[in-house]
């Protein structure tokens, strides 16, 4: 089975400041692992994603994500927040050896960034 | 993401009524799903689609039903809708063939159920 945790409801930052929005996940064999985000009253956008090679993968919007197999985590982050990057942030994950083609997504972190 | 629209984008209904949501997507994709969101609960599968003949049950089927119309279409119903169906619907597509099939979503369907 798949897994994935947003250990964080809610993250607050000030503008201009560093940003980590954090997400742990679980897998029998190998992932593959995502970052979407939605703003109010609008669908999932995609931001990134993690296939395989380089742990540190780019997106969009200046988002970056670091995948660490030891701890299992695929943090987002963004060196300088801006107030538009307030919304719901989603990390998925798929199994790649598992046969199945279903996303697992994690329960989404608000993220607020203080003007 | 305008290559995948969804109507309506919002609906009332009431306790046991018939409800159909419908999907369509220009961007050529084989693959659709339909999703809903609850709050605190992130995303669950409903259903998804690999073509117009492959049809499959997500973690969260019961009590909804769907059709792939056609390559570009696939609909979900509410046969007999109840309160706690209601939340946001999303529809989503994808690239058949694509080893880490990325998924693009709509914008949403908001259904309240009374």
């Known amino acids: 089975a798949q897994s994935v945790a947003q250990p964080e409801d809610q993250v607050n930052v000030a503008e201009g400041n560093p940003l980590t929005v954090k997400c742990t996940y679980s897998?029998?064999?190998?992932?593959?692992l995502f970052w979407y985000v939605q703003y109010p009253n609008r669908g999932l956008q995609f931001l990134l994603k993690y296939i395989t090679g380089d742990n540190l993968v780019k997106g969009s919007y200046g988002f970056e994500a670091e995948f660490n197999k030891s701890q299992t985590s695929f943090h987002l982050k963004k060196p300088s927040a801006l107030v538009s990057d307030s919304a719901l942030y989603f990390c998925a994950v798929r199994d790649r050896g598992a046969g199945s083609y279903q996303l697992t997504f994690g329960k989404g972190t608000k993220l607020s960034v203080i003007p | 993401d305008a290559d995948v629209t969804q109507t309506p984008r919002n609906r009332i209904t009431k306790t046991g009524k018939r409800i159909m949501l419908e999907c369509s997507q220009t961007k050529g994709h084989d693959r659709m799903y339909w999703y809903r969101q609850d709050p605190g609960l992130g995303l669950r599968l409903i259903y998804y689609?690999?073509?117009?003949?492959?049809?499959n049950k997500g973690e969260i089927s019961d009590g909804y039903s769907v059709s792939r119309q056609a390559q570009a279409k696939f609909s979900l119903s509410l046969e007999s809708a109840i309160p706690n169906q209601t939340a946001l619907y999303f529809c989503?597509?994808?690239?058949?063939?694509?080893?880490?099939?990325?998924?693009?979503f709509g914008p949403g369907t908001r259904l309240t159920v009374l």
């Open positions: 689609s690999f073509d117009v003949k492959d049809i």
């Open positions: 989503a597509t994808s690239v058949a063939g694509a080893s880490t099939d990325t998924q693009y």
């Open positions: 897998v029998s064999g190998n992932p593959y």
